[in-house]
């Protein structure tokens, strides 16, 4: 939970003492209280609205059809009470509101039969059916519109309190303790963003007597919770950066120069100003901890390459990191060809390099022979020892555990570290996921790159798109077909893989070759498979979705994707990203039948961009940030206001007050920050020293 409520140690803080210490509020109620997770006084006047009902009378005309609605207006029926079922029954009523005259039903309620007679003016709360003329009524209020304000807040109370019941306890905290609460921003912030206090904030937020006034007492709770957040996350950054003693890596940038122009093509000014900011890591005697993010294809392996011969040619050892064996090999291979003629031992280690051959390589490396090393997760086990690293970089780092990565930043001499991804994260995501790190971007593809060319099509044309297929493997060309993903069980995925492999070996016969590879096999089959696939033994590769990590075929030129509507579009642009490698025209065939508006919008959009930002943006979008890095430990921070989406142009703002503050002098000095500092003390960031 992200929030600055600030604890002082001294626990005669009033707000600190139990919610029952209310006058008002007795144990039965404290216990009700409990189970929402409120045990004292600041619990209770932090736990925020989720929403706000809208009692304001309006014009039915400006009442959208299914809208929630108050009306105010006179019966003009005796109702009509009818039971059905067991306890069911339908109430229903004409009451003429201004000049509509419109039907009434309530269900379940049949004692308000006695409540409602004609001519009585009454308010009634529902929604809307406008086709109907009728409102679907939830609320009923004998007389005119009670209800004052008109705005309420909503809270999520589980069923243990009624809404009513919640705002008269909240109500009791505010006039009694609100003299307690302090101001946690300084005033030159609330002034220069017009900020309401904290105060009148709280009060606002729980007792809109507007909706612009609801706006902003929001407005600056989530300023607040940004700005914290984000202080946090800047002190951390600058620890890493600081107090990690890192080593000063004097690169040879004659050297460096040299093998940049000794590769086959020139870097783009994307891949050159990022190994600038790299490079200017390694020199610096602070520990670099950045996240590289380049979208698939962007040439992020020159880059790696590049930064491992700096390290290199300063004296020290380098090491690359990646999820699978075949990748490892692709990427021991290509660094080999580029930096053998510039002096550099490359080697390989994987679990498969055993015995004998295992020992003498890992006597080289710690003899310091051999300058760098690649391979999996096998690289950060106990038993390899560096002489001197230097740089570790990882390769698609979301497929690392967090344990793997803090085992990977303890390893040797605190190495500079590096971690690249293919999976373009949403800028705020990134604000707030990566807050800690440095981030750098290649925003650009190299020149020249032919767009691969995407199309939707329905399930019902899968025979066209067969033929399509055919004709590209008649040009010698080979294809991917990925199978349906279904979410919940890896065993019906490969069920799915099995069938349409069958189906396919049955309709290509022995024209072309048929491949299946799937989680389920065992690595060195999916080794052997993906293998023969490169080397064209296979011109087609039925897969389930672990082909989506890197491998790199240039003479695959299609993709077919069966069930494209469960992908995330994330996911989607990495799978498409197998093609489009070499110098063809590549083609990606997306089979779906979308049965949603947001599903055909998906599919819409994947034909319309090849940009990995983009399609990462909208999936945000059209996911929620839950989802983005799937469910699990996605790390995401929580706010109890703010909406990392919604309030994104704040995440900004605070971001970077935030970056200012930790910076300056003045915050780790001047009295007016002094609750800043204490919070970053509580959350264990600082020891409450000062810095510098
Ligand atoms: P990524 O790892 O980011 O997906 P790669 O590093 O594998 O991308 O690069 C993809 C392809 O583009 C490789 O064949 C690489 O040689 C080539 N490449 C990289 N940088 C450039 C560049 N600046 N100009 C032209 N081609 C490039
Ligand atoms: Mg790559």
């Given at each position: 939970?992200?929030?600055?409520?600030?604890?002082?140690?001294?626990?005669?803080?009033?707000?600190h003492?139990?919610?029952?210490?209310?006058?008002?509020?007795?144990?039965?109620?404290?216990?009700?209280?409990?189970?929402?997770?409120?045990?004292?006084?600041?619990e209770?006047?932090?736990?925020?609205?989720?929403?706000?009902e809208?009692?304001?009378?309006?014009?039915?005309?400006?009442?959208?059809h299914?809208?929630?609605?108050?009306?105010?207006?006179?019966?003009?029926?005796?109702?009509s009470?009818?039971?059905?079922?067991?306890?069911?029954?339908?109430?229903?009523?004409?009451?003429?509101v201004?000049?509509?005259?419109?039907?009434?039903?309530?269900?379940?309620?049949?004692?308000?039969?006695?409540?409602?007679?004609?001519?009585?003016?009454?308010?009634?709360?529902?929604k809307?059916?406008?086709?109907?003329?009728?409102?679907?009524?939830?609320?009923?209020?004998?007389?005119?519109?009670?209800?004052q304000?008109?705005?309420?807040?909503?809270?999520?109370?589980?069923?243990?309190?009624?809404?009513?019941?919640?705002?008269?306890y909240?109500?009791?905290?505010?006039?009694?303790?609100?003299?307690?609460?302090?101001?946690?921003?300084?005033?030159?912030?609330?002034?220069?963003?017009?900020?309401?206090?904290?105060?009148?904030?709280?009060?606002?937020?729980?007792?809109?007597?507007?909706q612009?006034?609801?706006?902003?007492?929001?407005?600056?709770?989530?300023?607040?919770?940004?700005?914290?957040?984000?202080?946090?996350?800047?002190?951390?950054?600058?620890?890493?950066?600081?107090q990690?003693?890192?080593?000063?890596?004097?690169?040879?940038?004659?050297?460096?120069?040299?093998?940049?122009?000794?590769?086959?093509?020139?870097?783009?000014?994307?891949?050159?100003?990022?190994?600038?900011?790299?490079?200017?890591?390694?020199?610096s005697?602070?520990?670099?901890?950045?996240?590289?993010?380049g979208?698939?294809?962007?040439?992020?392996?020159?880059?790696?390459?590049?930064?491992?011969?700096?390290?290199?040619t300063?004296?020290f050892?380098?090491?690359?990191?990646?999820p699978?064996?075949i990748?490892?090999?692709?990427?021991?291979?290509?660094?080999?060809?580029?930096?053998?003629?510039?002096?550099?031992?490359?080697?390989?280690?994987?679990?498969?390099?055993?015995?004998?051959?295992?020992?003498e390589?890992?006597?080289?490396?710690?003899?310091?022979?051999?300058?760098?090393?690649?391979?999996?997760?096998?690289?950060?086990?106990?038993?390899?020892?560096f002489?001197?690293l230097?740089?570790?970089i990882?390769?698609?780092?979301?497929?690392?555990?967090?344990?793997?990565?803090?085992?990977?930043?303890?390893?040797?001499?605190?190495?500079?570290?590096?971690?690249?991804?293919?999976?373009?994260?949403?800028?705020?995501?990134?604000?707030?996921?990566?807050?800690?790190?440095?981030?750098?971007?290649?925003?650009?593809?190299?020149?020249?790159?032919k767009?691969?060319?995407?199309?939707?099509?329905?399930?019902?044309?899968?025979?066209?798109?067969?033929?399509f297929?055919?004709?590209?493997?008649?040009?010698?060309?080979q294809?991917?077909?990925?199978?349906?993903?279904?979410?919940?069980?890896?065993?019906?995925?490969?069920?799915?893989?099995?069938?349409?492999?069958?189906?396919l070996?049955?309709?290509?016969h022995?024209?072309?070759?048929?491949?299946?590879?799937?989680?389920?096999?065992?690595?060195?089959e999916?080794?052997?498979?993906?293998?023969?696939?490169?080397?064209?033994?296979?011109?087609?590769?039925?897969?389930?979705?672990?082909?989506?990590?890197?491998?790199?075929?240039?003479?695959?030129?299609?993709?077919?994707i069966?069930?494209?509507?469960?992908?995330?579009?994330?996911?989607?642009?990495?799978?498409?990203?197998?093609?489009g490698?070499?110098?063809?025209?590549?083609y990606?065939?997306?089979?779906?039948?979308?049965?949603?508006?947001?599903?055909?919008?998906?599919?819409?959009?994947?034909?319309?961009?090849?940009?990995?930002f983009?399609l990462?943006?909208?999936?945000?979008?059209?996911?929620?940030?839950?989802?983005f890095?799937?469910?699990?430990?996605?790390?995401?921070p929580?706010?109890?206001?703010?909406?990392?989406i919604?309030?994104?142009?704040?995440?900004?703002?605070?971001?970077?007050?935030?970056?200012?503050?930790?910076?300056?002098?003045?915050?780790?000095?001047?009295?007016e920050?002094?609750?800043?500092?204490e919070y970053?003390?509580?959350?264990?960031?600082?020891?409450?020293?000062?810095?510098?």
């Amino acid at each position: 939970m992200e929030h600055p409520s600030v604890k002082t140690n001294h626990d005669h803080q009033p707000l600190h003492q139990p919610v029952h210490t209310l006058k008002g509020i007795g144990k039965e109620t404290a216990a009700q209280l409990s189970e929402l997770g409120i045990f004292t006084i600041e619990e209770l006047l932090e736990y925020f609205p989720h929403r706000y009902e809208d009692y304001r009378l309006r014009d039915l005309a400006e009442v959208a059809h299914d809208e929630r609605v108050t009306v105010e207006g006179k019966v003009h029926s005796v109702p009509s009470l009818m039971f059905y079922g067991k306890k069911k029954s339908r109430l229903t009523l004409k009451v003429l509101v201004g000049r509509y005259l419109i039907s009434v039903v309530f269900f379940n309620q049949p004692y308000l039969k006695n409540k409602m007679n004609v001519n009585d003016t009454v308010t009634i709360t529902g929604k809307w059916d406008k086709h109907r003329q009728t409102i679907n009524a939830q609320l009923f209020e004998a007389g005119p519109h009670q209800k004052q304000g008109d705005f309420e807040a909503v809270y999520a109370l589980k069923g243990l309190v009624s809404g009513k019941q919640f705002r008269k306890y909240m109500g009791l905290a505010l006039s009694q303790f609100s003299d307690h609460l302090h101001e946690t921003l300084p005033d030159s912030f609330l002034q220069k963003y017009k900020l309401l206090h904290r105060r009148e904030a709280l009060r606002s937020l729980h007792f809109p007597a507007s909706q612009e006034e609801m706006k902003q007492a929001r407005r600056r709770f989530v300023y607040e919770e940004f700005l914290y957040f984000q202080l946090k996350m800047q002190a951390l950054r600058k620890f890493e950066r600081e107090q990690s003693k890192g080593m000063s890596q004097s690169y040879d940038l004659q050297k460096l120069k040299q093998f940049i122009d000794s590769l086959p093509f020139s870097l783009t000014g994307a891949q050159k100003r990022v190994v600038n900011e790299i490079c200017a890591d390694l020199l610096s005697p602070y520990r670099m901890n950045r996240l590289l993010q380049g979208d698939v294809g962007s040439g992020k392996t020159a880059v790696a390459a590049i930064c491992l011969y700096a390290t290199v040619t300063a004296g020290f050892q380098g090491a690359l990191m990646v999820p699978t064996e075949i990748l490892a090999e692709q990427h021991a291979e290509s660094l080999h060809a580029m930096l053998e003629p510039m002096g550099v031992t490359v080697a390989l280690l994987t679990s498969s390099v055993k015995g004998k051959r295992r020992k003498e390589l890992l006597g080289r490396l710690s003899a310091g022979e051999i300058d760098i090393l690649i391979g999996t997760h096998a690289l950060i086990q106990d038993e390899v020892d560096f002489q001197r690293l230097g740089l570790v970089i990882t390769d698609e780092q979301h497929r690392f555990g967090v344990q793997q990565r803090r085992v990977l930043r303890e390893k040797g001499e605190s190495p500079d570290v590096l971690f690249m991804t293919a999976t373009p994260i949403p800028r705020t995501l990134a604000i707030t996921v990566f807050g800690e790190m440095d981030v750098s971007i290649i925003d650009e593809m190299p020149a020249g790159r032919k767009a691969i060319e995407t199309y939707w099509a329905k399930e019902e044309m899968l025979d066209r798109v067969l033929g399509f297929m055919e004709k590209e493997l008649v040009k010698g060309r080979q294809v991917y077909v990925i199978c349906p993903l279904i979410e919940e069980s890896e065993k019906l995925d490969v069920q799915n893989a099995l069938d349409v492999h069958s189906q396919l070996v049955h309709y290509f016969h022995s024209k072309y070759q048929v491949g299946l590879m799937h989680g389920r096999l065992p690595s060195e089959e999916k080794d052997r498979v993906m293998k023969e696939f490169s080397d064209n033994q296979l011109q087609v590769l039925v897969s389930t979705t672990v082909v989506e990590v890197g491998v790199n075929v240039p003479n695959a030129t299609m993709m077919v994707i069966y069930d494209a509507e469960r992908f995330g579009l994330s996911q989607l642009h990495q799978l498409r990203g197998r093609v489009g490698r070499g110098s063809e025209q590549s083609y990606c065939i997306l089979l779906a039948n979308p049965k949603t508006e947001v599903g055909q919008e998906r599919m819409k959009v994947m034909t319309e961009t090849n940009d990995g930002f983009v399609l990462s943006e909208k999936d945000l979008e059209l996911r929620g940030p839950g989802d983005f890095f799937g469910r699990k430990q996605s790390g995401l921070p929580e706010f109890k206001v703010a909406d990392m989406i919604h309030d994104y142009r704040a995440l900004e703002v605070a971001r970077d007050d935030a970056k200012r503050l930790i910076e300056s002098k003045e915050f780790w000095e001047l009295e007016e920050y002094a609750v800043m500092r204490e919070y970053l003390v509580q959350t264990g960031v600082t020891s409450g020293e000062k810095l510098d």
